[in-house]
DNA sequence: GAATTTGAACTGACTGGTCAGTGCAAAAAC
DNA sequence: GTTTTTGCACTGACCAGTCAGTTCAAATTC
């Protein structure tokens, strides 16, 4: 009979709940840091009681922890979908990068608290949920690595280039543009943004001639 | 006979303190964040009591100001030398581009920690130091818009580069690549990392086939 | 050149406040 | 009638910032 579960995960009631904290969670997070940004006022923004939040997290840094491990899941799978979006089109490695740059610009358009909260932490070492962290960020960079990979092996790109490192500048290369974007031109269209990184991606700034 | 102090700034013993106090502070803040590290926990690790640091800085925030400030100072100096070099020895923007990620790259690893922290804190909003870390941001961003602008203007780059957007694009690749590198590839040398980025630079991943 | 003074630099115990997490009885939702 | 949420008082640890007192090297005096 499965009591009164909605199809997959849990209770719908609480589940409305614990989005609700994660949606508090995030942007005081985002804004303040981890330390900084207290229970009360995680409840209070969620417009629930201090207790609800104990009742569905074991404590804050779990809350925390299975904020992130949730958001990077929509990130990567984000960027997969665009991966082979591009490859059922036939489009080249090229092209499917080239989504999945507009994948990342999309996902922080519509998440920017998340991103930014997520890049203070990355590098940060003796914290509770490095390890958590490290999982959840292989799994993005991976899907860049992958289609950098097959590109090499197909011949689309040199086979000098180095994939790790490659994939984190380009990952790189899209957060940062994009961070600044919403922090300081917020005003600009995702697809000005996009022109802009696929341009820098393609050579067309320096190399060419 | 201009009593006890050393000729330019003030006694040398309270900038040998400060210095430790940097040095301390920029550790401890890179691995835990500013709000979770102590003020009794910098004063022990730079071997000094907690009294010192008060006497030396007006606060706990004004210290890690300070050390923001000091710290780009040191960054945006580098990047505007590596430029003007490669002015000198008569390289076109795209050899000055080239210097200055690798200036980039000593930059980050000479102090890791130091670049850690900004990163985490550069696109917070609602902390004290906002407005010291825009300042501090725009002055080393500057360096490479300028370097982009005088290319567009003498040919060397497409018209249609965006500037602002390009420059913090590249600065992007490098910090990301750089952070990584430093955090889970430390054996790499700086030359194999460098030569990475180059070829990303000059669009020998995906253009110019 | 020994004795004394001066004051910048430093010390560390202490204070007042903050905050994560608890406990629980009653209410609401399902 | 079970699950979830509420409201709120409470605890104990922790921590930024203070301040009365100490140190010591250079300057001054004798």
Chains 1, 2 share one sequence.
């Not at 779990?62 to 591009?86: C, I, M, N």
């Not at 996902?107 to 390890?131: C, G, H, K, M």
């Not at 000098?160 to 269209?189: C, H, N, Y």
Request: charged share 25%; hydrophobic share 45%.
């Amino acid at each position: 009979m499965e009591s009164s579960s909605a199809a997959s995960g849990g209770s719908t009631r609480r589940e409305a709940t614990r989005q609700k904290l994660y949606e508090a969670a995030v942007t005081l997070i985002a804004e303040q840091g981890f330390s900084a940004t207290t229970v009360d006022e995680i409840a209070e923004r969620a417009g629930v009681a201090k207790g609800t939040v104990y009742y569905n997290f074991a404590s804050k840094s779990v809350l925390f922890e299975e904020l992130l491990r949730h958001g990077v899941g929509l990130l990567t799978a984000s960027l997969r979908e665009a991966a082979e979006r591009t490859a059922r089109e036939g489009g080249g490695k090229v092209d499917a990068l080239d989504a999945m740059i507009r994948a990342g610009l999309v996902f922080i358009d519509r998440y920017p608290a998340f991103t930014q909260l997520y890049v203070a932490e990355l590098w940060r070492t003796n914290r509770a949920w490095q390890s958590t962290l490290m999982v959840v960020r292989q799994q993005a960079v991976a899907v860049v690595e992958g289609v950098l990979r097959d590109g090499v092996a197909g011949g689309e790109f040199s086979e000098e280039i180095d994939v790790s490192l490659t994939a984190s500048a380009l990952v790189g290369m899209v957060l940062v543009a994009a961070l600044d974007w919403k922090s300081f031109q917020p005003e600009r269209s995702l697809d000005d943004v996009h022109a802009a990184l696929s341009r820098l991606l393609q050579g067309r700034v320096s190399g060419c001639r």
